[in-house]
């Protein structure tokens, strides 16, 4: 579980302040799929840090799991993202000239998998994204779908009980956009993995039970959405 109280995170530009979050609190249960939407600059992939472990607040608390976040030191943060978290990118941050197998092989490889099982388990990540067929595919041999595939199954290859993803679309057409949201509805939905994601598309917005909105660095609406768009409904049918 996720829980956030008046997070604060404030950077001294010289003389100017930029409170990047100022006062954010909310809980994401365990098993939730919700998006996080707000203008640019409004503080969502601080926020996504903060809930990674990638950074800490400057105030206010960071419980996951009920662990206090700010007390944990560097090799504990880096433990707790390794065995709990995993992250995509919009533009998918795979290694180049290195094939889909290898690149979702390193994180097994930083975990301490070797040999045969860390082969198989990566395997079993990229059947799990549908490319079973391409794992000797390097990226610049994938489509954009393909490549964000191959970076969710790099993402889900330790198991994480949570998957951050911070514009995970926005790369995308919106056809593959929506294949990619239908990755992630299975993913929460079979494996019952928590799924928050970063989007400024309120379409994408629209396939997650609840829709938290930021402005400021603070929460302005926190809403759930108790009829999420079924991935692979055209939008013009909304
Ligand atoms: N390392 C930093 N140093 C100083 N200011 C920062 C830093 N990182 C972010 N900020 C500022 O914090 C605010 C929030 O940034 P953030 O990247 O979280 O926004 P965002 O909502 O993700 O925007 P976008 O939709 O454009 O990705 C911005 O005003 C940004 O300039
Ligand atoms: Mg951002």
């Keep these: 579980m ?3 109280e008046e997070l604060m995170k404030v ?6 302040e930029v409170r990047a979050l100022d006062g954010a609190s909310f809980t994401i249960e365990k098993g939730e799929m919700v998006s996080i939407m707000g203008p640019s600059g409004s503080g969502k992939s601080t926020l996504m840090s903060i809930i990674g472990c990638l950074d800490a607040p400057t105030g206010g608390k960071y419980l996951l799991d009920g662990v ?3 007390n944990l030191d560097e090799t504990q943060l880096a433990e707790v993202r390794g065995r709990k978290i995993g992250f995509i990118f919009q533009q998918f941050n795979l290694l180049a000239r290195t094939s889909a197998l290898e690149n979702v092989m390193l994180p097994l490889t930083y975990a301490g998998v070797t040999g045969k099982e860390r082969e198989a388990r990566a395997m079993k990540a990229l ?13 610049s041999e994938l489509s954009g779908g393909q490549q964000q595939r191959v970076a969710i199954a790099r993402a889900l290859v330790n198991e994480p009980a949570i998957l951050l993803a911070d514009e995970p679309t926005g790369a995308l057409d919106s056809k593959t956009g929506v294949e990619i949201m239908d990755l992630f509805q299975s993913l929460h939905r079979e494996s019952g993995q928590t799924v928050i994601l970063v989007t400024h598309d309120a379409y994408v917005a629209r396939h997650t039970e609840r ?5 400021d660095g603070a929460i302005v609406s926190d809403e759930a959405n108790l009829n999420p768009i079924k991935a692979g409904t055209p939008r013009a049918e909304e």
Excluded at 11 to 16: E, L, R
Excluded at 130 to 135: A, E, F, N, P
Excluded at 211 to 215: E, F
């Design 2 to 4: 996720i829980h956030a």
């Design 11 to 16: 950077y001294q530009m010289g003389d100017n």
């Design 68 to 70: 206090a976040v700010e």
């Design 127 to 139: 059947e799990r994204v549908g490319l079973g067929d391409r794992t000797h595919h390097a990226p």
């Design 211 to 215: 829709i938290i909105r930021l402005s």
